[in-house]
């Protein structure tokens, strides 16, 4: 009797003991009653220090979770511009690279300035963070598997996540990470990828993920099903820039690394897992992509970047021309629509992420868009969860319209950017010349009226002296 009665009081204690409302790698169970999620923000891109009114923004769209998608602060340090002296940081002769790593303490520093940004504190207060990282926050600009510091950097931004510290993002290889949120019926997966710790050199078509995540990623993708897979990226999945503004500049992107892309779209298809979209940023812009070849239905990739860093902030004099260029530059899986603000279909100024699902609609539905500083939408596709769901009556009319790859258009199209700019310049060069012709010309025929003139007067002179001498002469 009395060890049933002290089984009795176990069992009790252990119904009435809290557990986690979220699960992630390091929490352990899942609440009774999971929160239903239904409005999740995203951003990425955030130079700690500046200015960051958009917090109140994403706060008053009241999102159950936020997902950071790398760059979430500024960690290296970028050395000035200069083409000739001692410190040459640009140009095929320069001696120094133009961004290097901070130490530590400073990286540490620059956590906490972000941490305590009042608007930011405000959404911690309200919502679920979560996050990867890229770049600036991995320790180094566009830097991979062959960075030193990483190891140091793994562990200050999990610590800026309040990551649990029995968590095994601490002791893996890599930041990445899957969630699941919701009860059932009602579940959403976040998959974040870490695109940094095992990548490649650029340029190599090696991995970007590595062996070990790669197992990893399949486990997720092949394990239990969800009504919605969102899968964090923080460089650009679908969209592939560089292929259409090189040699002009160049973006970190998967279409970079072809094979890995390839391999992505495969496991997605092999997986028959529905309900999957992507979310990255990286670029400094919004956009919104997607592509129809790669499973039996369209994957989309919503991209927001940045927080702070924004292509039209960095050259405000200039908006008019980066949103003309924005809309001549190639996307074949870029998405227009009249909810684009511009006619390009691309946001370049400081913006953040928004994904709102109606359970309760019938059918359910999801829209994912991009919104400015004040909240407002600047782009937005609206989805059933029927358009995320495998379906062999897709029709190759509907999947025609975006399934060619950037560096798959034809070269005189795939290069209209660069065309169409060094048209400019060479035209512009031909006018000033002939511009610079017309006023030495000028020049030269106004010194010779000039001088011309001068003689005349100089033979008047001479003739008046003569004239003068000669009636002295006569007296």
């Given amino acids: 009797m009395r060890a049933t009665s002290k089984l009795f009081l176990v069992l009790l204690a252990l119904a ?18 999971p929160q239903l999620v239904s409005r999740i923000a995203f951003g990425s891109c955030a130079k700690q220090g500046t200015p960051q ?33 001692k410190e040459r940081t640009i140009g095929p002769w320069k001696n120094l690279p133009l961004f290097f790593a901070s130490p530590e303490q400073e990286l540490r520093e620059r956590y906490r300035i972000q941490k305590s940004n009042p608007g930011y504190s405000n959404l911690r207060s309200r919502a679920q963070i979560i996050g990867t990282w890229d770049d600036h926050d991995f320790g180094l600009n566009d830097a991979g598997k062959e960075f030193s510091g990483k190891n140091i950097s793994q562990k200050l931004m999990l610590e800026f996540l309040d990551e649990s510290p029995d968590s095994p993002r601490f002791k893996q290889s890599g930041v990445y990470a899957s969630y699941t949120y919701g009860p059932v019926g009602k579940q959403i997966k976040v998959i974040l990828l870490d695109t ?78 529905n309900g999957i979209f992507f979310i990255s940023g990286d670029v400094h812009f919004s956009e919104i ?78 829209r994912l868009e991009t919104r400015d500083l004040e909240g407002k939408p600047v782009m937005g596709v609206n989805l059933s969860f029927s358009d995320l769901r495998n379906s062999e009556s897709l029709s190759k009319s509907t999947v025609s319209k975006n399934c060619i790859f950037e560096a798959d258009l034809p070269w005189i199209l795939r290069r209209r950017l660069s065309i169409l700019i060094f048209s400019f310049l060479g035209v512009s060069i031909v006018l000033l010349v002939l511009i610079l012709c017309v006023a030495v010309w000028y020049l030269r025929r106004c010194l010779r009226k000039c001088k011309g003139g001068r003689e005349k007067d100089e033979e008047k002179d001479f003739a008046m002296l003569r004239v003068v001498s000669f009636g002295r002469f006569r007296r």
């Fill in 16 to 33: 009435s003991a809290p557990c986690p409302s979220w699960s992630s790698p390091g929490a352990v169970g899942v609440d009774a009653t």
């Fill in 53 to 85: 009114p958009i917090w109140s923004a994403i706060s008053e769209f009241d999102p159950h979770i936020f997902i950071w998608l790398g760059d979430n602060i500024y960690g290296d340090n970028k050395r000035p511009l200069r083409v000739f002296g």
């Fill in 196 to 273: 940094r710790y095992h990548r490649d050199p650029i340029g190599s078509d090696g991995s970007i993920l590595g062996e070990e995540q790669w197992a990893w990623l399949e486990k997720e993708l092949y394990g239990p099903k969800t009504d919605i897979t969102i899968i964090g990226s923080s460089i650009q999945v679908i969209s592939n820039l560089s292929a259409t503004t090189s040699p002009l500049f160049y973006m970190e992107s998967w279409g970079r690394f072809p094979k890995e892309r390839k391999r992505l779209f495969n496991l997605i298809n092999q997986s028959k897992r």
């Fill in 289 to 366: 992509t997607r592509f129809d070849c790669a499973t039996g239905y369209p994957l989309y990739d919503v991209t927001s970047s940045g927080i702070t860093q924004s292509v039209e902030n960095a050259v405000p004099l200039l908006s008019p021309l980066v949103r003309f260029l924005a809309r001549v530059t190639p996307c074949t899986m870029r998405i227009y629509n009249s909810g684009c603000r511009y006619s390009s279909c691309i946001y370049g100024k400081p913006n953040f992420g928004a994904i709102e699902i109606d359970w309760d609609a019938t059918p359910r539905r999801l």
